[in-house]
């Protein structure tokens, strides 16, 4: 079992940076891929970046690309995702999921999540 919990969240302007992390405990994220998806009031979650097992390959939506950076790091059993830029439309529940090896973009295919923590962007 894997359980992960996201921090980080808060308010910020427009134009401004957020770090999140997601802490596992339970088993090493080394087994598994890693995503972040956020979900706007009303809105379906979305996908927003994964991150192999070992953090040899990336994914972004495109939204965020050129704004977001995922990262691991598996000794700390910790990933993160570095906001910059972040607007108004960023503003959702972002939360931190273990899946397939390869990070997957799709949220049904993910086994653990975290419980969100909220970003707020302010225009």
């Known amino acids: 079992q894997v359980q992960l919990v996201e921090s980080g969240g808060g308010l910020v302007q427009a134009g401004g940076s957020l770090r999140l992390s997601c802490a596992a405990s339970?088993?090493?994220?080394?087994?598994?891929?890693m995503g972040w998806f956020r979900q706007a009031p009303g809105k379906e979650r979305e996908f927003v970046a994964a991150?192999?097992?070992?953090?040899?390959?990336?994914n972004y939506a495109a939204s965020v690309k050129g704004r977001f950076t995922i990262s691991r790091d598996n000794a700390k059993n910790t990933v993160y995702l570095q906001m910059n830029s972040l607007q108004p439309e960023d503003t959702a529940v972002y939360y931190c999921?273990?899946?397939?090896?390869?990070?997957?973009?799709?949220?049904?295919?993910?086994?653990?999540w975290g419980q969100g923590t909220q970003v707020t962007v302010s225009s």
């Open positions: 339970g088993r090493t994220l080394v087994t598994y891929g």
């Open positions: 991150i192999s097992w070992n953090g040899g390959s990336t």
């Open positions: 999921a273990a899946g397939p090896r390869h990070g997957s973009s799709a949220a049904p295919e993910y086994y653990y």
